[in-house]
C-alpha cells in the first residue's frame, strides 16, 4: 500500500500555508481502516462466558456456550449432541464495595470506587502474572518477546538504510577542492560530489538537481537557486551573501551550521520532490520492504502446517536461532542482491517464530490471567521495538556491522530461552 500511495506526490493539497496534507497522510489513513473495520466487527462478537459469570448474567453466559457447542457439533457431524453443564466453577467478583457505596454514596463516589476498584482488580491479576506457578514462565517469555521484538523491527525497520549505506559505498565521490567559479550558468544534474572550500560568485542554478552532493565551508555570492530540487545535499558551514532562492526545496535542515547575509527565499517547495527517477534508492526502499513482507507468506504457510507436528518450543527456539545465523550472513554480504535475499530468508524465518510465540504464550496462562499477560507482554514487545528502532537507527549511519551484529546475538539468545518452556502441545489449557 506505501508503494502505492506514497510516490503519488500528487495527491495533496494544502490548508493555508502551514499545513500540507500529503500522499504519506493519505496512506495513514488507509493504513486505519481496518482498525475502523475491526471495532465495527467487535459489535457482532459474542461477549466473553466467564465475564458475563463474573457480573452475574448466568443466562446470556449459557446461551453463548450453548451457541460454541452447536457450532462445534454441527462441524463435527454430530447436530444431535445436546449441550449439558453438570458443573460450573463461578469465577469470583471482586466489586463487593461497588454494592456497599451504591446506596450511601454520591454517583461521583460511586464512580471513584468503580474506577478504583477496577484498577486494582487490574493490577491484582498483573501481579499474580508473577506468582507461581506461572512466574517462571512469564520471566522466560518477557526475554523471549523482548529480544524477538527487538532485533526484527530494530533491524527490519532500518534495513533499506544498509542498502543504502552500502550503495553509497560502491559510488564513487567526486572531490572539488579549493576552487572559484565566477559568473556561471548551470542546468544540468550534478550527483556525488563533495565541493570544499569552494567560492562561487554570480553564479546562477537554474532547473537543475542536486543528487548526494555536499557543499562544506563554501561561499555563495550574489547567486541565485531557481526550480531546484535535491536528494541528499547539505550544505555545511557555508556563508551565502546576496544569494536567492526561488522556489527550490532546500529545507532548513539541509543548511547545517550555514550563514546568510542579505539573502531571500521565495516560493518553497514544501514535502518531498524527488521521484524514483530522481533517486533511485528511494525505489529501493519499496522493493526492499515488499520482497522482505512478501517473504513471510511462505513462513505463515510452513508455521501453520508444521506447529503441531514438530512442536512450538521447536519452531520458536528453532526460529529464532536460524533467523539469527541468517542475520549474521548480512555482515558478509557485498552485493545488495545478496542482502536481499538473506533478508527475505530472515523475515520467513522470524514470522515462523512469531507465530509459535503467540500460541506458546497464549497456552501457558491460566484463563484468570491469559489476557493481561498477553496484553503486558505485547506492550513490551512494542517498547522493545521502539528501542530497537531508536539504537539501529542511531547505529547505521555509522555502520552496518554493529546493528546486524546486535541482531544475530539478540535473537538466537532469545532463542536459547525459548527453548527452555514447558512444552504445550499436548497441554490441558488451563
Not at 45 to 57: A, C, D, N, T, W
Not at 127 to 137: L, S
Not at 248 to 267: A, G, L, R, V, W
Not at 303 to 314: E, Q
Request: charged share 15%.
Amino acid at each position: 500500500m506505501a508503494w502505492a500511495i506514497i510516490p503519488h506526490y500528487g495527491w495533496s493539497f494544502s490548508m493555508g500555508s502551514a499545513y500540507q496534507f500529503l500522499s504519506w497522510r493519505v496512506f495513514v489513513i488507509v493504513c486505519a481502516l481496518p482498525c475502523v473495520s475491526s471495532v465495527v466487527a467487535l459489535t457482532f462478537m459474542p461477549e466473553s462466558p466467564r465475564f458475563l459469570l463474573e457480573v452475574g448474567k448466568h443466562d446470556e453466559a449459557w446461551m453463548i456456550l450453548k451457541l460454541i457447542h452447536d457450532t462445534n457439533m454441527r462441524a463435527r457431524g454430530q447436530p444431535e449432541k445436546v449441550f449439558s453443564v453438570h458443573r460450573i466453577k463461578t469465577p469470583k467478583q471482586i466489586d463487593e464495595l461497588i454494592e456497599i457505596e451504591s446506596d450511601t454514596g454520591t454517583w461521583y463516589r460511586r464512580c471513584f470506587v468503580r474506577i478504583r476498584t477496577e484498577l486494582y482488580g487490574i493490577w491484582l491479576t498483573f501481579m499474580r502474572c508473577f506468582n507461581y506457578p506461572v512466574r517462571e514462565n512469564t520471566i522466560k517469555l518477557t526475554i523471549v518477546w523482548f529480544t524477538l521484538s527487538f532485533g526484527y523491527y530494530g533491524l527490519s525497520v532500518w534495513f533499506p538504510d544498509v542498502i543504502k549505506h552500502l550503495q553509497s559505498n560502491m559510488l564513487p565521490i567526486e572531490k572539488i577542492e579549493r576552487e572559484k567559479f565566477s559568473n556561471f550558468s548551470v542546468n544540468f544534474t550534478m550527483a556525488n560530489q563533495l565541493h570544499m572550500g569552494a567560492e562561487y560568485d554570480n553564479g546562477r542554478f537554474l532547473g537543475m538537481k542536486f543528487k548526494s552532493v555536499t557543499f562544506k565551508d563554501s561561499l555563495f555570492k550574489a547567486c541565485v537557486f531557481e526550480d531546484v530540487t535535491s536528494v541528499n545535499t547539505y550544505f555545511r558551514n557555508c556563508t551565502f551573501i546576496d544569494t536567492v532562492f526561488d522556489n527550490t526545496d532546500f529545507e532548513p535542515y539541509k543548511f547545517i551550521d550555514s550563514e546568510f547575509q542579505n539573502c531571500s527565499f521565495s516560493h518553497n517547495k514544501t514535502g518531498c520532490q524527488i521521484t524514483f527517477d530522481d533517486d533511485y534508492s528511494a525505489y529501493w526502499i519499496y522493493f526492499v520492504n515488499f520482497l522482505g513482507t512478501l517473504a513471510v507468506l511462505p513462513g505463515n504457510i510452513v508455521s501453520a502446517l508444521l506447529m503441531d507436528r514438530i512442536g512450538r518450543l521447536t519452531m520458536l527456539g528453532g526460529s529464532m536461532v536460524l533467523s539469527g545465523i541468517s542475520c549474521f550472513f548480512l555482515w558478509l554480504g557485498s552485493s545488495e542482491s545478496m542482502m536481499v535475499g538473506v533478508l527475505c530468508l530472515y523475515n520467513g524465518l522470524t514470522i515462523s517464530a512469531w507465530n509459535s510465540l503467540d500460541v506458546v504464550t497464549v497456552e501457558l496462562y491460566p484463563t484468570d490471567r491469559r489476557a493481561t499477560g498477553f496484553g503486558f507482554l505485547n506492550a513490551l514487545c512494542k517498547a522493545a521495538a521502539v528501542l530497537g528502532n531508536l539504537i539501529f537507527g542511531s547505529l547505521v549511519s555509522f555502520t552496518k556491522s554493529i546493528p546486524i551484529l546486535l541482531a544475530s546475538t539478540v535473537l538466537v539468545c532469545g532463542g536459547l530461552v525459548g527453548l527452555r518452556l514447558p512444552d504445550t502441545r499436548t497441554q490441558v489449557l488451563m
